[in-house]
């Protein structure tokens, strides 16, 4: 069996369909990873996919994809604006990844605008709500073929 890949999501993405709805829409997190999953067996992919509250969890994971996973696509939510800890594990886990947002980033509050983990991914996926989690996997697919 090939590797996975992991889908790793940080803080309060578990609250999504009812977590300010106007925001972030109706889709659950639950409804996210089915998506996740059918685009993955689709195209002949193994998926892991996690999510956690916890800052030191995530940097875990992206360190267990490191050793694990043929790529990841990360959504760090709120710690994609504060947290070196996950930029430095990301480029010591030296794996493709794609940072993935619900929304726009940069059409909402100034202080989401800077992403630490930009830099060190391999491509950015924002604003196309559930969507972008698709577009990330297809997208990874692409690259770990290449």
């Known amino acids: 069996m090939a590797s996975p890949i992991f889908v790793l999501n940080g803080p309060n993405l578990n609250r999504l369909g009812t977590r300010e709805p106007e925001v972030y829409g109706r889709t659950s997190l639950a409804d996210i990873e089915r998506l996740c999953r059918e685009t993955a067996e689709d195209i002949g992919f193994e998926l892991e996919f996690r999510q956690t509250n916890f800052e030191g969890m995530l940097v875990d994971w992206i360190q267990e994809a490191g050793d694990l996973a043929q790529g990841m696509i990360i959504n760090p939510a709120a710690y994609t604006h ?34 630490f983990v930009s830099p060190v991914a391999y491509g950015v996926i924002c604003g196309f709500g559930a969507t972008g989690y698709r577009l990330a996997i297809e997208a990874l697919s692409e690259v770990i073929r290449a």
């Open 82 to 115: 504060t947290s070196v800890a996950i930029r430095d594990a990301i480029t010591t886990a030296d794996i493709p990844t794609i940072e993935v947002h619900l929304t726009n980033i940069f059409a909402r509050d100034a202080f989401r605008h800077h992403s």
